[in-house]
T-cell receptor
Framework: NAGVTQTPKFRVLKTGQSMTLLCAQD?????MYWYRQDPGMGLRLIHY???????AKGEVPDGYNVSRLKKQNFLLGLESAAPSQTSVYFCASSYSYGTPRYEQYFGPGTRLTVT | QQQVKQSPQSLIVQKGGISIINCAYE??????FPWYQQFPGKGPALLIAIRPDVSEKKEGRFTISFNKSAKQFSLHIMDSQPGDSATYFC????????????????FGTGTRLQVTL
């Protein structure tokens, strides 16, 4: 049981380039989330999904797109990277209801630098 | 607008001491308050959580104290150990588990705890 995995672990992009971050979970969770973590700002929700084929905007969605074609995968895309998107990106997943089943499980993160 | 305010930003505690991290929230609809622990290079992991129907929850050396009227909650780490050195995030959400909607967590800005020997 690998939990939540993220690919790649590190990436350097030039301004204007595009890329896709992949998140996979093997816990059969309904909900999946993408966060960014910046110094002094905690974790901020970018987009989330409550099930296969559905996505919704979070707190800071501009400049990002997401897709959830399969229940176990959640993709985060940057169409035209900007230096302001330099950050550490975390994916998380959770069951849809109930405590303690509600806990969000986080991946190890992707460190992205945009030059 | 920051809905969950966390303090202090950093904290140094001697081994065996008590670490205290405080959070305050604004949205009275919040009804689920977890704390996450993050080690360098790792993703956050749930440490302990509380619902507002109780004023305190204890799990081992970790205790959450909750004050609904003041809209504040805090994490206490008793007998702090060097292995507790990490960044701690408080969070809050509207639990709403049965509506089928995602309960989005709003995180505080984090507290970097260092426990010295």
């Amino acid at each position: 049981n690998a939990g939540v995995t993220q690919t790649p672990k590190f990436r350097v992009l030039k301004t204007g380039q595009s890329m896709t971050l992949l998140c996979a979970q093997d816990m059969n969770h309904e909900y999946m989330y993408w966060y960014r973590q910046d110094p002094g700002m905690g974790l901020r929700l970018i987009h989330y999904s409550v099930g296969e084929g559905t996505t919704a905007k979070g707190e800071v969605p501009d400049g990002y797109n997401v897709s959830r074609l399969k229940k176990q995968n959640f993709l985060l895309g940057l169409e035209s990277a900007a230096p302001s998107q330099t950050s550490v990106y975390f994916c998380a997943s959770s069951y849809s209801y109930g405590t303690p089943r509600y806990e969000q499980y986080f991946g190890p993160g992707t460190r992205l630098t945009v030059t | 607008q920051q809905q969950v305010k966390q303090s202090p930003q950093s904290l140094i505690v001697q081994k065996g001491g008590i670490s205290i991290i405080n959070c305050a929230y604004e949205n009275t609809a919040f009804d689920y308050f977890p704390w996450y622990q993050q080690f360098p290079g790792k993703g956050p992991a749930l440490l302990i959580a509380i619902r507002p129907d109780v004023s305190e929850k204890k799990e081992g050396r970790f205790t959450i104290s909750f004050n609904k009227s003041a809209k504040q909650f805090s994490l206490h780490i008793m007998d702090s150990q060097p292995g507790d050195s990490a960044t701690y995030f408080c969070a809050a959400s509207m639990f709403g588990p049965y509506t089928g909607t995602a309960s989005k967590l709003t995180f505080g800005t984090g507290t970097r705890l260092q426990v010295t020997l």
